[in-house]
């Protein structure tokens, strides 16, 4: 009697947890496509979205503001949930999405892209009123993309070679990592003003430059993902209690750390091609949620997608009402919030005791 006791009361405070983030991220979403650096007050901003305004305001939330609200609330939810996964997989709670340098790798090939092919100084020369003219953001995108996918396959071929551990996938990570680094670094010695620039432009995590059109490429694969992860959240329980254990249970350990870093990989590398790099998401919501709801990953991943969601829109409101006229980088904003939570996680007595 207890027991079921204990069940419903959990099944209702879930049940809670998800309806109460569901209904803030609506809240905030909608309080998102209201705010921003341009002069429209809220009644204009209203009026624009119920396409009554100008046309020019019109333009701004529906060609601006709400692409810009959409790819905070699918990268979010990306972000989250792949942070989430890759510490199940990894046993590791420090892993993110950042942990197999696809980031690194995805910044390495919009380098490449806007230094070298897509408006840098091989087509362009040291001309800004050229590279506007050359620059293909796309072609950036693919770039970024396929550096990223190739990162994560090298790694994730490298570990075949050996024994699968969740040790060797973080070593290869950082190593491939330091690689990409490195010659993120050269590429940037040899560029031009304009080509520099663009890049490290690049570089910051903006959701200004999301379309309709990337965040329809996002939303698939995430949802794809997200799909993934859930069907499989029992495989990743039975992981918590340790591999030997999962064995017995007949989950292929092996596979399934393969397949779900591969796939939380892949969506990590699709945000940051669209989106440039958004730090520190992966690790906040992740922790937050398996702090307050425990490890149950039935519940963890949709709580992670929306806590992600929820993060990444409250960053993008900041960075357009701190920006005095101009949206700050919104990676700027998660990094300033992601290094005071670091080192609460580094100075509390339960993670001291893990390490």
Known sequence: METTYLLRRKHKIYTLAILGLTLAVAALAFVCVLVGSSDMTFAQSLAA????????????????????????????????????????????????????????????????????????FLSTGNNLNNYTVGANPYATSVMAFLFAGASILMILGLCTLRAFSPNVVVLAGMALSSVWTAATTILQYYATDVGLSAAVVWSFGDLGRATYRTDAIMAAVVLAG?????????????????????????????????????????????????????????????????????????????????????????????????????????????????????????????????C
């Open 49 to 120: 979205l119920g396409k009554t305004g100008s046309a020019a305001q019109i333009r701004i939330i529906w060609n601006i503001r709400v692409p810009r609200v959409l790819a905070a609330v699918i990268a979010g939810a990306g972000l989250g949930v792949s942070g989430l996964i890759m510490q199940t997989t990894l046993n590791n709670p420090m892993a993110s999405p950042s942990t197999l340098g696809v980031s690194n790798a995805a910044v390495f090939g919009a380098n490449l892209s806007i230094i070298a092919f897509a408006g840098g």
């Open 226 to 354: 997200f799909a993934y992860f859930m069907v499989m959240s029992w495989q990743y329980n039975v992981l918590l209690t340790g591999e030997a254990t999962a064995r017995t249970m007949g989950v292929r350990v092996d596979l399934l750390r393969f397949t779900s870093m591969l796939l939380a990989s892949l969506i990590t590398a699709v945000c940051v091609s669209f989106l440039g790099v958004i730090g520190f998401v992966g690790i906040i919501c992740p922790h937050v949620t398996k702090k307050l709801l425990g490890q149950d990953h039935w519940i963890t991943i949709p709580v992670s997608a929306l806590t992600g969601m929820l993060l990444l829109l409250l960053a993008d409101t900041l960075s357009r009402s701190l920006g005095g006229g101009s949206a700050l980088p919104v990676g700027a904003i998660t990094s300033l919030l992601g290094a005071p939570f670091f080192l609460t996680v580094i100075f509390s007595g339960k993670e001291n005791r893990r």
